[in-house]
Nanobody
Framework: QVQLVESGGGLVQAGGSLRLSCAAS????????MGWFRQAPGKEREFVAA????????NYADSVKGRFTISRDNLKNTGYLQVNSLRPEDTAVYYC?????????????????WGQGTQVTVSS
């Protein structure tokens, strides 16, 4: 069992930046692939970014490529999502997720563990 806790969300103006964090409860977090998803009101939860357990493989949704960066620090059992050049359409609750296995995963159905989410609101 892995518990995930997101933080770092907030209200920011368009063009601004935030750094979201995902703290894991277990040292074995280093063995888990991790992903970030987001869900806006009335919409499905959608893939944002994913990273392999070692950090050597990453994948991004087209809508965030070049603006968002996923990373992790396995010594700190923490994953990150740096979000830059924010747009109003990025407004959503952002969730981190984890699962065992190599590689990275882009579908929410592939993940086992989820955090409670952190709200990101971008004003125009």
């Amino acid at each position: 069992q892995v518990q995930l806790v997101e933080s770092g969300g907030g209200l920011v103006q368009a063009g601004g930046s935030l750094r979201l964090s995902c703290a894991a409860s277990r040292r074995t977090f280093s063995m888990y692939a991790m992903g970030w998803f987001r869900q806006a009101p009335g919409k499905e939860r959608e893939f944002v970014a994913a990273i392999s357990w070692s950090g050597d493989m990453r994948n991004y949704a087209d809508s965030v490529k070049g603006r968002f960066t996923i990373s992790r620090d396995n010594l700190k059992n923490t994953g990150y999502l740096q979000v830059n050049s924010l747009r109003p359409e990025d407004t959503a609750v952002y969730y981190c997720a984890a699962r065992g296995g190599g590689g990275y995963y882009t579908s929410k159905e592939q993940y086992t563990y989820w955090g409670q989410g952190t709200q990101v609101t971008v004003s125009s």
